[in-house]
């Protein structure tokens, strides 16, 4: 058994929404490897807060049960965040089916959130232990998924300004060139965490410590260590931090370098052309690239799955990537 549904961007491949159906009603959800609750906009939402979202309504869901007294509340790297109640229901994506999973009802949610009118909640792809409810802690989609699927992984074949897909519980090779290069997760702190053994800017020697890395679908751009970052950047002429445009910006004219991530015996090259992220309207264009904000371990994120086929390895605890 397995599933596979279209991820599909929003402008300037900001996130990747995918339809879930919960009790019989779909909702486009982000799917974040980098988080583990499933989270959506209900009827328990403030209807302020509700405006243009596709909204959950537990009572009109024959398999919905409440769990109650549990509550979650979860806060995202980027300040966002979110908090409420939690009950169970049947959950399909992509024709895989888990009963009983648990759905978390948003009584309050941030104003990134309200505003990006497009997105009516996570689904978190981490591991387990990242989960936010209390008093028991639940298991995320995926897991559940588990022992239903063919292989226990999923797959994100993510891309620019088109629609890409995430399958469940089976590898399409067709959606990649060559043979996968897998490397170990370490998940004790519930990510999808790894070992980057050194970097190249453009056709640049490659170099730099090894560092740790996060494979997060939920986070828009490829967040990197401060000196990796000024190093990629003093190859741009006209690159510079912008507080106003809140990173790294440079003129659209420039001719933007690859960045390659050594990663064990696989070199994961992420093209210039998706190092120029998206355009400021004043003739500069924002960086792909930019600050991880020195909490230790880098985020890799769409920007840099756009140009790997990645494969989550549930069952052996480990990250596959191959070029597409
Ligand atoms: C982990 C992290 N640290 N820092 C500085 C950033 C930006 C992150 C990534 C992050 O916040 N991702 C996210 C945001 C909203 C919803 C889902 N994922």
């Given at each position: 058994?397995?599933?596979?549904?279209?991820a599909?961007?929003?402008?300037?491949?900001?996130e990747?929404?995918?339809?879930?159906?919960?009790?019989?009603?779909?909702?486009?959800?982000?799917?974040?490897?980098?988080?583990?609750?499933?989270?959506?906009?209900?009827?328990?939402?403030?209807s302020?807060?509700?405006?243009?979202?596709?909204?959950?309504?537990?009572?009109?869901?024959?398999?919905?049960?409440?769990?109650?007294?549990?509550?979650?509340?979860?806060?995202?790297?980027d300040?966002?965040g979110?908090?409420?109640?939690?009950?169970?229901?049947?959950?399909?994506?992509?024709?895989?089916?888990?009963?009983?999973?648990?759905?978390?009802?948003?009584?309050?949610?941030?104003?990134?959130?309200?505003?990006d009118?497009?997105?009516?909640?996570?689904?978190?792809?981490?591991?387990?232990?990242?989960?936010t409810?209390?008093?028991?802690?639940?298991?995320?989609?995926?897991?559940?998924a588990g022992?239903?699927?063919?292989?226990?992984?999923f797959?994100?074949d993510?891309?620019?300004?088109q629609?890409?897909?995430?399958?469940?519980?089976?590898?399409?090779?067709?959606?990649?060139?060559?043979?996968?290069?897998?490397?170990?997760?370490?998940?004790?702190?519930?990510?999808?965490?790894?070992?980057?053994?050194?970097?190249?800017?453009?056709?640049?020697?490659?170099?730099?410590?090894?560092?740790?890395?996060?494979?997060?679908?939920?986070?828009?751009?490829?967040?990197?260590?401060?000196?990796?970052?000024?190093?990629?950047?003093?190859?741009?002429s006209?690159?510079?931090?912008?507080?106003?445009?809140?990173?790294?910006?440079?003129?659209?004219?420039?001719?933007?370098?690859?960045?390659?991530?050594?990663?064990?015996?696989?070199?994961?090259?992420?093209p210039?052309?998706?190092?120029?992220?998206?355009?400021?309207?004043?003739?500069?264009?924002?960086?792909?690239i930019?600050?991880?904000?020195?909490?230790?371990?880098?985020?890799?994120?769409?920007?840099?799955?756009?140009?790997?086929?990645?494969?989550?390895?549930?069952?052996?605890?480990?990250?596959?990537?191959a070029?597409?």
């Open positions: 058994v397995g599933g596979d549904v279209t599909t961007p929003e402008s300037d491949d900001n990747y929404l995918c339809p879930v159906t919960i009790g019989g009603q779909t909702l486009n959800l982000d799917f974040d490897s980098g988080s583990s609750d499933l989270w959506v906009f209900s009827t328990s939402t403030p302020s807060e509700q405006q243009s979202h596709t909204i959950y309504n537990p009572a009109k869901s024959s398999t919905f049960k409440e769990l109650n007294g549990f509550t979650w509340q979860i806060s995202y790297g300040g966002s979110a908090s409420g109640t939690v009950g169970t229901d049947t959950v399909t994506v992509g024709g895989l089916t888990v009963k009983n999973q648990a759905v978390e009802l948003a009584t309050a949610v941030s104003s990134e959130f309200v505003t009118s497009a997105n009516n909640g996570l689904l978190g792809l981490a591991w387990s232990n990242l989960n409810v209390e008093p028991t802690q639940q298991q995320t989609f995926f897991a559940n022992p239903q699927l063919q292989q226990n992984v797959t994100a993510l891309r620019h300004d629609p890409g897909s995430y399958d469940f519980g089976f590898i399409d090779t067709s959606k990649f060139q060559g043979n996968l290069n897998y490397v170990p997760v370490d998940n004790s702190q519930g990510f999808w965490q790894f070992t980057v053994d050194g970097y190249a800017v453009g056709d640049g020697a490659t170099g730099g410590n090894s560092f740790s890395a996060i494979a997060d679908t939920g986070t828009t751009l490829l967040l990197l260590d401060d000196n990796i970052v000024s190093d990629y950047y003093s190859q741009i006209s690159a510079q931090n912008s507080n106003s445009a809140g990173g790294f910006v440079f003129d659209c004219t420039e001719d933007v370098p690859d960045l390659t991530l050594q990663i064990g015996d696989y070199a994961a090259v992420v210039g052309s998706l190092l120029n992220f998206s355009q400021n309207g004043d003739g500069t264009c924002f960086g792909g930019q600050s991880d904000g020195g909490q230790g371990f880098a985020i890799l994120g769409d920007v840099f799955l756009k140009a790997q086929f990645t494969v989550f390895d549930q069952g052996n605890v480990q990250l596959g990537f070029p597409k």
